[in-house]
């Protein structure tokens, strides 16, 4: 038993950064427009920014795999949308629309002036509205697991029926969620301590965010979101879902898609060497065509 336990630490405190300790990280505070909070962390430096933007009910800590594959070359910047992580909590609607101008205000401290968006799932629409707010400053936009087909839509009965169990018992509803987005054979540690800390956000924002999330597929605001953006759009998806190409290109101008092979929906912990890898050809790729619009 206290074997197990050891291990289950260990996992965790290599999730959470320990193995990276010798990276010097800045801990930070923003103000976003409506004055909540927004915990940050700054890596690095270099001409472009990454702002990495974790999904539902997750936080920046997701992302610690990344920083030390990315901090020597660039400013990395994890980010605790308000709702998550060490952000505040007082907002009475977590819309994409609001968590995008979280990642403004940390844009707007930092100065950044050159910035890469990096958001998983559900932060594949704060991306979305946060290039919207900011066209002269963001490059390109990378979704991880998200952006499947922004063209799809569903009638609002079906939101209303995704959440009834997560409003029914929060904790199980939302452990038996993440499970099957784990492939067969992921590594135990890991899968449970997502399911344990998904699990454990608070349930009125989750179901806030969640059904904000969720409705944009209900308006059709998922597929016009991407209107005004002009920037590259890369995702890199697992094969958990399809990704609609041809649709997406429809409402997206500059749309690539990379597959990520033997993984699930949180590829970044899953597999973080491989992945790592092809967010640097996402990266190169969109440096590579430059800051001007398409």
Known sequence: MRRSI???VLS????TGCASHQIP????????SDSERIAYDVVGSGKTALVFIHGWSCDGRYWQQQIP???GDYQVITVDLAGHGHSSV??????????AHDVKAIVDQERIERAILVGHSMGGAVIAEAARLMPARVVGVIGVDTLQNVAERIPQSVVDEMAQPFEADFTTAVKDFVAPMFPEGADE????WVKEDM???PKAIALNAFRNYLERYVTGESATAFDDVRVPVISINARLWPTAVEENRKHIDDYQLMYIEDAGHFPMLERPEAFNELLKQAIDSIEEKGSKPI
């Open 6 to 8: 050891v291990l289950v």
């Open 12 to 15: 965790f405190l290599l999730l």
């Open 25 to 32: 990280v800045r801990h930070k505070v923003a103000l976003s």
């Open 69 to 71: 594959a990315f901090a």
């Open 90 to 99: 007082g907002r009475s609607d977590y819309s994409m629309v609001a968590f």
């Open 189 to 192: 540690p890991l899968v449970s």
């Open 199 to 201: 699990s454990s956000a």
